[in-house]
């Protein structure tokens, strides 16, 4: 049978746009001599829809789609995603479905058994869990469909409460039992640079264990945070990964399963690569899917705003990003002409205004209000504030959306100004700690300088009081980061992470940071998501808590 | 038997106060004779610890908090709520339990069965529900403990999906087979003042259905946006309501089951006073649990920022309450003077700041920028965001908490200023629509004038430009807000509130305004909740959607 996998990329609640994208792919697989096209999950709606498919309107859009999809099944049969109501009298209002379309209808439903609800995930919050199973018979195959998390019922580590069976059920241990000729797995796999080993092992010991051959096909492009990498697989009887599809593009391709002997596979990427990769797509498509073209973003001589912009241009063009310089008095000239530098690499529009005038005013104003008191972080914030001020109006008066440069080491100790530097419509850098936005850095670099070598080699500094450095008052990055990285991704105690050598004080310290700032992370901007754990939905702590 | 019931307010994660609370109740009814005290749902770690539950650490915590809770059980039972691991190789790593205290022990653990996961809550992320049902003897009698939600399997209306079982089990049904003599319910419901009606219905069907008297006991207090008001019942096996506590306040009680004829009822109290008094609630837990006292605001003259104040004043005291009026040259002189007469009338310090000094800079600066543009949305932000500057400059210098003043109609359509208007700790109006705004002013004012008549009748506007009016943009504020409440509390879909007489653009425009805004209300502050719906966790929409 040949079976073409194909890894789309689609925008929530764009019915239209996405059943065309699936329609086109089952004509052009069709001509190509295909006999089943599989899609990803919930490839009709996007993933994921969130509290859209509490409307009863979304989900009458979603069957109409699916009905007018299957009428172009015709000497072709394909399997798309979709939610789908839940007719019995009980349980949750929907179920996630892989409908499996042939001879221009619906010929069979298949419901999602593992809803996973940890990190990113709240799919139990909309749909009811699968309980009964069947398999397709096409064509004198037969095929157990999946639905992502129905492979991942045993994770490959037990996480710190020693568990790694997080259900109850095992669909393939059911499915097995009818001897499938092959799987077909439709995900939504969101990239994470930490875990990038997992989902290819899960599936390769699904392969072995069960001696049959999976499909795995992922999403492509970015959901605002979530940012899925594609990377759809082919994996033999044997666990061997024989075809593999592009990352962070859309895909597709046409597998004879009588003969795969032939490997395609993609080039290794190094993990920092990835990460470039990844959050040049997540600013691409957020720009795409929300309907705007041109961003801007405050350049101050420093490496994140540095490495934001240049994202920017790459996702964008340059045509299509300005930037403001916005020095104070405690600016370096090295500051200055860092970011002029490199705006002319980039060839972008940059204009310099004069922050001082306006910080003057609000200071004067506020003279008699502060009488007798010293000059402390109200100050400092007054400048982020003004900047702020200046890069909206911008972005008001000309309709560029504002990039938020905060990198993920200052958002977790709440290193930032609310309401200034940590303004923008998207955080590009805000799952990326400071230490690997330097990798970044070097990593645009490697064919020629476009980031000023003394824009990555300079002590970081915020320039908002005389000689500042970030030393001052954090621990050097290479310890924080790790710290840090313990503490949010690996979610360890403050016990282990000093028991692995950091001092006592300065763990307590930061991991205080880390937990008095969850109410200026609450207002910050959506960030894109690279790693296991980010800031965001995925991490949801109580504003007002004793911990 | 002499039952106690116990509504606390309790602090997430505080497990020493928490526990010393409990202790102290226990310690009290055993003096007054109880046999048994019964507390609120995870009283021993506050309502909900949301991913605190995924710390090894806190678990422990609240581990060694039961026991020590236990040890105090001599001569008297207790029954409190507390995370519990899940020792099985499967499934979630805890279960949401009761701990049934006695002889200095932990005698029997009930875990929840029923773990809602709709509008706030979230507790499948980290539970595994309950499938084995047993009853606690004690003292001769038998006792069904249940847990919240355990008693909702059938919801008192059904959804628009038609249904109103949103579960496959009924713990309930399960229970009654054993004939308890009695049901224990530990709670954490959120109060919401268009479903008031609703939890006692519930609690009544039961008790009347299965032939068997209710004790329900509720956490009271504020969690951050969650209002809890507390107002525990019991109810007799006739479904008659026979005790109830106080609402929004910490109470207790104790109730001889041998004779519970005395009946002890709270004063129905209208909805706009419930509301009001959850709002003081919400603000007071939300300083003194953060540890703040006081709070600032900009008083414009306008009615929300005079309702926010009294409030705050309220909560936290006169002497607790600073705040600025910042007016521009597009306030009106009547806008200065009602904002001073209220500040007078409240007691409160109050300091005017001249704002148009530093905006003239903004758009100095911002000139030859701006060449062949005309003024826009763009200038009236400059404005908000200056006054922005202000406001978090007396916060940052004195530790003054900011107050967003924003009306949930404003937030629904996007009438506001990131960055300005929108900055704040905590939204104290974020979810009373402008309407009720009006009514809670009408309410302040019930015992004398305290907000000038004049803030209460002159037509609203942001005063952001001359002779500006909200109505130059919106429809009147009573369409306005109806259309709101049905789309957004009612979930009801555009035509279906267009079938109800509006007209077909206004309704369309409206939606389109509320769902264009995600963006900015993913930035707001977190908003103090008391409608079914708020904005916020409760509603999770994709950023980045067609729909």
């Known amino acids: 049978m040949k079976v073409a996998i194909a890894q789309l990329n689609y925008t929530i609640g764009d019915f239209e746009g996405n059943s065309e994208k699936i329609i086109q792919q089952i004509n052009s697989a069709k001509i190509n001599g295909a006999d089943l096209v599989v899609f990803s999950e919930l490839s009709v709606t996007g993933y994921y829809p969130h509290d859209l498919l509490e409307k009863k309107e979304f989900i009458q859009k979603a069957e109409v789609a699916v009905s007018k999809i299957a009428t172009n099944c015709i000497g072709i049969a394909a399997i798309i995603g979709a939610p789908r109501i839940n007719e019995s009298d009980k349980g949750k209002q929907l179920y996630n479905s892989a409908f499996f379309l042939a001879e221009g209808k619906i010929k069979s439903v298949h419901n999602k058994t593992l809803l996973p609800t940890y990190d990113i995930f709240d799919e139990y919050r909309h749909f009811e869990p699968n309980n009964e199973f069947e398999i397709v018979e096409y064509k004198g195959e037969k095929i157990a469909v999946t639905i992502c998390e129905d492979l991942w019922d045993e994770l490959p580590t037990a996480n710190e409460f020693g568990k790694d069976k997080l259900y109850q059920t095992s669909p393939m241990e059911e499915l097995s039992k009818f001897n499938p000729d092959f799987v077909v797995n439709l995900s939504a796999s969101p990239f994470s640079y930490n875990q990038e080993g997992w989902r290819k092992n899960v599936l390769i010991n699904k392969a072995k264990r069960y001696k049959v051959p999976i499909f795995y096909v992922n999403q492509v492009g970015a959901q605002t945070e979530l940012i899925f990498d594609g990377g ?24 004879d399963t009588a003969d795969t002997s032939e490997k395609i596979l993609q080039r ?15 600013i691409r498509d957020y720009f795409q899917k929300m309907g705007f073209k041109k961003a801007t973003l405050g350049l101050s001589g420093g490496i994140d705003s540095a490495v934001t912009v240049v994202l920017a241009v790459r996702a964008l063009g340059a045509e299509n990003v300005r930037v403001l310089l916005m020095p104070s008095k405690y600016s370096s000239d090295h500051s200055v002409n860092d970011a002029i530098e490199l705006a002319k690499n980039l060839k972008i529009r940059y204009d310099i205004v004069n922050i001082q005038a306006a910080v003057d005013k609000f200071e004067q104003e506020l003279a008699p209000l502060f009488e007798g008191t010293v000059a402390d972080v109200t100050e400092e914030n007054i400048q982020a504030r003004a900047r702020g001020v200046y890069v909206m109006a911008i972005s008001n008066k000309f309709g560029y959306i504002l990039l938020n440069t905060t990198n993920k080491s200052e958002s977790a100790v709440g290193y930032g100004t609310l309401y200034g530097d940590m303004n923008g419509g998207i955080a590009v850098l805000g799952d990326v700690y400071k230490m690997d936005v330097f990798k970044l850095s070097r990593f645009m670099n490697k064919n020629g300088e476009v980031i000023p070598e003394n824009t990555i080699v300079k002590p970081p500094s915020a320039e908002l009081r005389p000689d500042q450095k970030d030393t001052d008052s954090l621990p050097a990055y290479e310890d924080l980061d790790e710290i840090l990285f313990d503490y949010i991704e690996m979610n360890k105690s403050p016990n282990e992470i000093i028991e692995k050598g950091f001092d006592e004080q300065v763990v307590n310290r930061v991991i205080r940071m880390v937990n008095m700032n969850e109410y200026k992370r609450f207002q910050a901007a959506p960030i894109l998501r690279v790693s296991s754990k980010a800031f965001g939905f995925g991490r949801k702590m109580p504003l007002v808590a004793k911990y």
Request: glycine share 6%; hydrophobic share 40%.
């Open 232 to 255: 759809s697989v082919f994996i033999d009887e044997k666990g061997e990964i024989k075809k593999e599809l592009k990352y962070f593009e859309e895909d597709s391709l046409i597998i």
């Open 268 to 282: 290794k990427a190094e993990t920092i690569e990835k990460i470039h990769d990844a959050l040049v797509l997540g």
